[in-house]
């Protein structure tokens, strides 16, 4: 069955909103705000459907095609830059809204990345991990589509940096040569490998493998005018040019009011905490590789006297002394905060905490619980994943009525 249908808005996922006649919700992949769509209902539940975009009898002025997304994920694919970035406004108002946690007075809401070529929309991401099939006969290697996870073959990468592109047909021949030649035992053991992954900085290359990622290869990254060596596994921003900008703000942020110590929450190689340039430093990470690049990091900046330390931090955060002299900054992994470090954080004495996040629907839960004892500042977002669902967020906190230097 089709039916006729106006999108009043985009939810986050990046599926247009709609209702149908009988007043339940439909979502429809595809279609845009402001359009009117005719789609075709796929699925049915109680008190929302989903259904496939057929016609789009009305078009949005910021769409840009009709075309099929080259790649799964690209939700935007088919949007102007400016509509994707209003679009992703809207979504993070409502879920301040939805969870009921006040925004300051004037906040802006609009995109902060800066007007560079990683900011724009294509060829940004610095790191990428394609799947392959075990069947070389198949010369298939791409990304997994959802919910079928079958392997969309990539020839040519639009959100891929120039210079990984550029690589990648001598990285696909060697993938299928290894997959088709040699002795048995090699064939096996690369058919269990499963993916490879691809990563490229300016400072280091292009480097890649297959499988687990080698020990023995070390990143070099540039980030607010510092280097950074990452390991071949560790976390870095995907889009150096938003990376940048983010940290850029948070430094800005610190500085205009800055405190003694900062203490650096799921710290990674440590690039929040370093370019922060606070007094004291202490970083805590759960990853020891991770950790022991912290160290590498801040000794090469000249800040042996930072104390980096592996640990868990819901498990080890009240045995760090936070003083009203503590910035706290928070990056967590996409599940968010867990609940013991987000309680603890709530009861310290943090005269400002900095939590950045790439997860919107966490970020509010774990924004209630801190609001109990902290207000919202400043909030700031950055389109670090162009033309995909994904945004990355900073939300400064303040302790509630407190003057503030």
Known sequence: MTSSIYIAKSVYGGDGLGRLGDGRVVFV???FPGEQVKAEIIQEKKSFVKARLVEIE???????????????????????????????????????????????????????????????SLNYRNKVVYHFSGDFSQRVLGYREEPSHK???????????????????????????????????????????????????????????????????????????????????????????????????????????????????????????????????????SGRRAIDFARR??????????????????????????TPETTVVVDPPRGGMEFAAVQALSESDARRIFYVSCDPATLMRDLKQLSRAYEVEDVKWFNMFPRTARFETLVVLKKANARLS
Not at 66 to 71: A, C, G, H, K, M
């Open 58 to 120: 009305d078009a949005s002025q910021e769409r840009t095609g009709t075309l099929e997304p080259p790649i799964p994920g690209a939700v935007y694919w088919n949007l102007s830059v400016k509509g994707e970035k209003t679009v992703k406004s809207a979504q993070l108002a409502e879920f301040f809204d939805r969870n009921r946690i006040a925004l300051p007075p004037g906040c802006d809401l609009s995109e902060c990345s800066s007007d560079t070529a990683e900011s724009v």
């Open 29 to 31: 992949p595809g279609a």
């Open 297 to 322: 990091n801040a000794a090469a900046q000249g800040r042996g006297d930072a104390r980096f330390h592996v640990g868990f931090v819901g498990r080890d955060i009240r045995r760090l002394k936070i």
């Open 151 to 285: 392997i969309v073959d990539i020839t040519e990468d639009p959100l891929a940096r120039p210079e990984i592109n550029a690589k990648l047909p001598e990285i696909r021949d060697n993938v299928f040569r290894l997959l088709s030649t040699g002795p048995k035992a090699v064939r096996q053991s690369v058919r269990d490998k499963e993916n490879v992954t691809i990563r490229f900085s300016k400072r280091s290359g292009v480097v890649w493998w297959m499988g687990n990622a080698p020990s023995s290869v070390t990143i070099k990254e540039e980030t607010a005018g510092k280097v950074f060596e990452v390991p071949s596994d560790g976390f870095y921003q995907v889009n150096p040019g938003v990376g940048d900008d983010l940290v850029k703000a948070v430094v800005k942020k610190f500085r205009a009011s800055p405190t003694k110590e900062v203490v650096d929450l799921y710290c990674g190689v440590g690039v929040f905490g370093l370019s922060m340039e606070p007094e004291s430093l202490t970083g805590i990470e």
